[in-house]
T-cell receptor
Framework: KQEVTQIPAALSVPEGENLVLNCSFT??????LQWFRQDPGKGLTSLLL?????REQTSGRLNASLDKSSGRSTLYIAASQPGDSATYLC?????????????FGTGTKLQVIP | DTAVSQTPKYLVTQMGNDKSIKCEQN?????MYWYKQDSKKFLKIMFS???????INETVPNRFSPKSPDKAHLNLHINSLELGDSAVYFC???????????FGEGSRLTVL
């Protein structure tokens, strides 16, 4: 059974700081890993998708890395802005019984203070 | 040009009632999902359909019945609603080759 943990559960930083969010998973036989942000009362917005064969993906100020052997992914946010305040979720997809199953992490609630 | 849309966005109803939530995706994806997000914001898979066929049913009570009339639609019908069914229900779809997930805005169900 795949377990996905995100640390820290909450993070508060001043505007402009670089920060790292962590995602750990127990089963390294993954298909892909996807990072999302969720704003209050809203759906999930996809940020980055890393396939199992990839080590990292970048989009603007965001960089996500994947280390399957250690069961870890990090989301790096450069020069944080108040608009980055949201809950960040990682989701790990793996093959299970002939189909693909997604397990979500517990989330990190980020607050960027102006 | 919304990718994954679900209706209604808010639903308030009494215990024992039956209600439905509809979902449509215009992305051409083959696989669609229903997720439940509880009060602690934890997301858990309920159902997954691939080409209108049920492929995942995660020990959800029989009161929940998904229906997929075609690849672009996956509706969720709930019978005899209970207080514990109060949650936000998210519909999602995924791209076949990359497996990337796309989510709807969610439907907040409140059972009184």
């Amino acid at each position: 059974k795949q377990e996905v943990t995100q640390i820290p559960a909450a993070l508060s930083v001043p505007e402009g700081e670089n920060l790292v969010l962590n995602c750990s998973f127990t089963d390294s036989a993954i298909y892909n890993l996807q990072w999302f942000r969720q704003d209050p009362g809203k759906g999930l917005t996809s940020l980055l998708l890393i396939q199992s064969s990839q080590r990292e993906q970048t989009s603007g100020r965001l960089n996500a890395s994947l280390d399957k052997s250690s069961g870890r992914s990090t989301l790096y946010i450069a020069a944080s802005q108040p608009g980055d305040s949201a809950t960040y979720l990682c989701a790990v997809k793996r093959n299970s019984g002939g189909y693909q199953k997604v397990t979500f992490g517990t989330g990190t609630k980020l607050q960027v203070i102006p | 040009d919304t990718a994954v849309s679900q209706t209604p966005k808010y639903l308030v109803t009494q215990m024992g009632n039956d209600k439905s939530i509809k979902c449509e995706q215009n992305l051409g994806h083959d696989t669609m999902y229903w997720y439940k997000q509880d009060s602690k914001k934890f997301l858990k898979i309920m159902f997954s359909y691939n080409n209108k066929e049920l492929i995942i049913n995660e020990t959800v009570p029989n009161r929940f019945s998904p229906k997929s009339p075609d690849k672009a639609h996956l509706n969720l019908h709930i019978n005899s609603l209970e207080l514990g069914d109060s949650a936000v229900y998210f519909c999602a779809s995924s791209r076949g080759n990359t497996g990337e997930l796309f989510f709807g805005e969610g439907s907040r169900l409140t059972v009184l």
